[in-house]
């Protein structure tokens, strides 16, 4: 079975600061990855996904995520946070299961201080 | 514009009531599938469909069931609603039924509150 960890359900930065949040997966089949982030009262849009080829992938509003096999890591960055980058935002898995079935982590709320 | 709608956005209904939820999506998707949102626990899902006539269970189904009689369509229906089904929902969508690595675009979700 497939599962996501996200390490940290809050997180506060500055703005201007780097952003990192942290996740971890499970797989015995190679992964898809993704991100996907939820503004408040909205529903879940993509940010970037790894399938296959660059282990560095980048997204929208200038995330980007790094693929580690070896330690199981597809950590999501941003350079400089922004106040709009305020959001909840989840990690997900697929590649078993049916159909195109996404595993989610529990997600992380990031909070951005003026 | 192409997108994923939910019908009604906010419900508060009491516990045995039946009630559906419905999804359409205007994107020609052949994949569609309901998940549910708990705190601390991500989105787990619900039912899914590959095609028209085809659905199969996700890993919470229990109390819930759907149809896909249409492309377009994906009703979720609560026969007989309980409080542990208080929750928020979203229906999502996409392109190919058997690609694990599409994207999924998902409707603005459903609060419900079962009294």
């Known amino acids: 079975a497939q599962s996501v960890t996200q390490l940290g359900s809050h997180v506060s930065v500055s703005e201007g600061a780097l952003v990192l949040l942290r996740c971890n997966y499970s797989?015995?089949?190679?992964?898809?990855l993704f991100w996907y982030v939820q503004y408040p009262n909205q529903g879940l849009q993509l940010l970037l996904k790894?399938?296959?080829?660059?282990?560095l992938v980048k997204g929208i509003n200038g995330f980007e995520a790094e693929f580690k096999k070896s330690e199981t890591s597809f950590h999501l960055t941003k350079p400089s946070a922004h106040m709009s980058d305020a959001a909840e935002y989840f990690c997900?898995?697929?590649?078993?299961?049916?159909?195109?079935?996404?595993?989610f982590g529990a997600g992380t709320i990031l909070r951005v201080k003026s | 514009e192409a997108q994923v709608t939910q019908n009604p956005r906010y419900l508060i209904t009491v516990t045995g009531k039946k009630l559906t939820v419905t999804c359409s999506q205007n994107?020609?998707?052949?994949?569609m599938s309901w998940y549910r949102q708990d705190p601390g626990l991500g989105l787990r899902q619900i039912y899914y469909?590959?095609?028209?006539?085809?659905?199969d269970k996700g890993d919470v189904p229990e109390g819930y069931k759907v149809s896909r009689k249409e492309k377009r369509n994906f009703p979720l229906i609560l026969e007989s609603p309980s409080p542990n089904q208080t929750s928020l929902y979203f229906c999502a969508s996409s392109i190919d039924r058997a690609s694990s690595t599409d994207e999924q675009f998902f409707g603005p979700g459903t609060r419900l509150t079962v009294l």
């Open positions: 790894y399938t296959t080829g660059a282990t």
């Open positions: 994107m020609n998707h052949e994949y």
């Open positions: 797989s015995s089949v190679p992964p898809y």
């Open positions: 997900a898995v697929s590649g078993q299961g049916g159909g195109n079935k996404l595993v």
């Open positions: 469909s590959m095609n028209v006539e085809v659905t």
